[in-house]
């Protein structure tokens, strides 16, 4: 079994800065994809930032409404993913969740962090 546990989630001002870290444990023994995602109240989760393994290499995918502001990285050392997000926005409040890959369909999920952002 894997355990995920995100962090850094918080209360917010637009224009802010937050950092979300993400730690997987228990029987890691590859990494496919590691990956952030959100749901808003009333809405379904969308993905946020995920930095996938395949053939040619990695691959870093931004839903569009984050491209140019929030910033993912991985430390496969360290089994960990991170979510640098910067310039805030309202429509950012959501709880964050982290999704870990080990094999294409095969994912465990974080209980999720909650992130707001006041106008």
């Known amino acids: 079994q894997v355990q995920v546990v995100e962090s850094g989630g918080d209360l917010v001002q637009a224009g802010g800065s937050l950092r979300l870290s993400c730690v997987a444990s228990?029987?890691?023994?590859?990494?496919?994809?590691m990956g952030w995602y959100r749901q808003a109240p009333g809405k379904q989760r969308e993905l946020v930032a995920a930095?996938?393994?395949?053939?040619?290499?990695?691959?870093?995918r931004y839903a569009d409404s984050v491209q140019g502001r929030f910033i993912i990285s991985r430390d496969d050392a360290k089994f960990s993913v991170y979510l640098e997000m910067n310039s805030l926005k309202p429509e950012d409040t959501a709880v964050y969740y982290c999704?870990?890959?080990?094999?294409?369909?095969?994912?465990?999920w974080g209980q999720g962090t909650q992130v707001t952002v006041s106008s």
């Open positions: 228990g029987r890691i023994f590859s990494i496919y994809s």
């Open positions: 999704n870990i890959e080990l094999l294409r369909g095969l994912g465990f």
């Open positions: 930095i996938t393994t395949g053939d040619s290499g990695r691959k870093t």
